[in-house]
């Protein structure tokens, strides 16, 4: 059955200039229980829209004389921004899709279209969502393997709407944002709602290994590819076939893997290292980055063809600074979720530590906020996260345990800020280039790496 479950039988706008089709959608919704309104150009729709008549669902042509279907929509979404639009289009046009995405569009649907598909389209724009909601706005949506994704911000609302229906069109993802933002829980959400759900999920994180070892990683090797290679290994884009892979911090991949990878992207298909036989593959990819995009392109870090190829659709997370109505919910969802898995009392959350916590930048995002939580649990003791001297909230946490303070614990101090502080001094004279800066520092890429994480240095720390 089509009819939702509302009070009231939920309206349905169909703006089309065939009359035919307007007669197919009614005969179709009208005996659901649907009220059906008809009219024949985006001009008529808006002119309703204007004088106040908002349908709970508008069935909206993509391809009409006058005003087209974009063009309407933007127009009706200036006028009221909260109405719930379905495109229809004869046209599986990718491009179109995504720009009706932009412009905010519910969802997509192919002409002809049978009852059942507008079904599927309808329900979940007139039923409550399937997860927990609350009165506030907030959500906490269980993705599985402990992972959550939870706000109160209409903008991460938005942005997570934009993910569901992005997921429904095979076009690669690039997901931009501070460290920490919940870029991987994004990936993760487009990949759950797809239809590659059911299949397999990777993550490869770029600047964790070297070029040679990154290589064989994504692409697999032949037995004698190199000293060692003794047997056939598979890479990420065999391993992941219909499934999606992550590429999380690409601007780190070599220029010459990012060639490689571009030719994938085009063609569908590599050469396992030392092999001769061409792999088919079928993959969706979803590339991630910290670091501002027109800048990797500026000073070469990241290709610009394979930016454009990875673009098909960018999201833009905030960082926590600007969404600070998730702060309280965020709080609360780590202390209960770490003090289960801690096996101990979860803290009370007083007025004034929220204050404070909402008052705090968080430069390490909720990354960082995830593991000051770790820290007040293990330490039973709940104290600010805001510290002058050093650029970690967990830091802060630590060094407030004790009202003694002993020579170790000075040195230990000075030794930590001091690493802070030549570690930012290096990434500054190498323009945030990570490697160049471990290779100044005398330490291994690796271990920088680490450092980074420990102190969640982000280009704003130390500004």
């Known amino acids: 059955m089509l009819s939702p479950k509302f009070e009231s039988p939920a309206n349905v706008l169909v703006v089309d200039d065939e ?5 197919y959608a009614r005969a179709l919704l009208e005996p659901q229980g649907y009220q059906v309104e008809t009219v024949g150009s985006g001009a008529d729709a808006l002119f309703r829209v204007r004088r106040g008549h908002s349908p709970d669902v508008v069935l909206l042509d993509m391809l009409m004389p006058g005003l087209n279907g974009l063009q309407t929509l933007e127009q009706m979404h200036q006028v009221d921004p909260a ?4 495109m229809l289009s004869c046209v599986s046009d990718s491009r179109k899709i995504v720009e009706a995405m932009r412009l905010g569009a519910a969802d997509y649907i192919s ?19 399937p997860r927990q ?33 992005v997921a429904q069109v095979d076009i ?21 709602v797809s239809p590659r759900a059911h299949e397999p999920f990777l993550k490869v994180n770029c600047a964790a290994l070297p070029e040679d070892l990154l290589e064989s990683e994504l692409f697999g090797y032949e037995p004698g590819a190199f000293t060692g290679a003794t047997q056939v290994k598979p890479g990420k884009f065999e391993l992941c076939n219909k499934g999606t892979i992550l590429l999380d911090e690409i601007g780190e991949m070599s220029p010459t893997l ?13 050469s396992r290292l030392g092999g001769r036989g061409v792999i088919h593959t079928d993959v969706r990819v979803i590339a991630a980055t910290n670091v501002p995009i027109q800048q990797a392109i500026a000073t070469k870090r990241l290709r610009e063809d394979l930016y454009y190829r990875l673009s098909g659709f960018t999201f833009r997370l905030p960082p926590l600074r600007e969404r600070k109505d998730d702060i309280a919910i965020l709080l609360r ?4 979720t770490l003090a289960e898995r801690y096996a101990c009392p979860a803290l009370p959350i007083s007025p004034a530590v929220l204050e404070a916590c909402v008052s705090y930048p968080w430069p390490g995002n909720v990354r960082e906020m995830e593991n000051f939580i770790k820290r007040c649990l293990v330490l039973q003791e709940f104290t600010s996260p805001i510290s002058a001297n050093a650029p970690r909230a967990a830091e802060n946490a630590a060094r407030s345990r004790s009202q003694v303070s002993g020579l170790k614990s000075v040195a230990r101090s000075a030794r930590e800020e001091a690493e802070v502080c030549a570690i930012i001094r290096a990434l500054k004279e190498t323009n945030w280039h990570r490697k160049q800066a471990a290779e100044r520092l005398k330490i291994s890429y690796k271990a920088l790496l680490y450092k980074i994480r ?7 720390t130390g500004s």
């Open 172 to 192: 690669p993802v690039l997901l931009l944002g501070e460290s920490g933002t919940g870029k991987e829980i994004f990936a993760r959400i487009i990949h759950l």
């Open 19 to 23: 009359q035919a089709m307007q007669a």
């Open 454 to 460: 420990e102190y969640a240095i982000e280009p704003s």
């Open 133 to 165: 909601q609350h009165s506030t706005g907030e959500i906490t949506e269980d993705l599985g393997n402990g992972v959550f994704f939870v706000t109160a911000t209409p903008e991460m609302h938005k942005l997570r709407a934009q993910a569901e229906l």
């Open 111 to 129: 002409k002809p279209f049978r009852k059942d598909d507008l079904q599927i389209v309808l329900q979940p724009l007139l039923v409550a969502p």
């Open 333 to 336: 969802h780590f202390m209960a």
């Open 83 to 86: 109405l719930k639009v379905v």
């Open 258 to 270: 990012q060639a490689k990878l571009l030719h994938v992207l085009q063609d569908q298909q590599f």
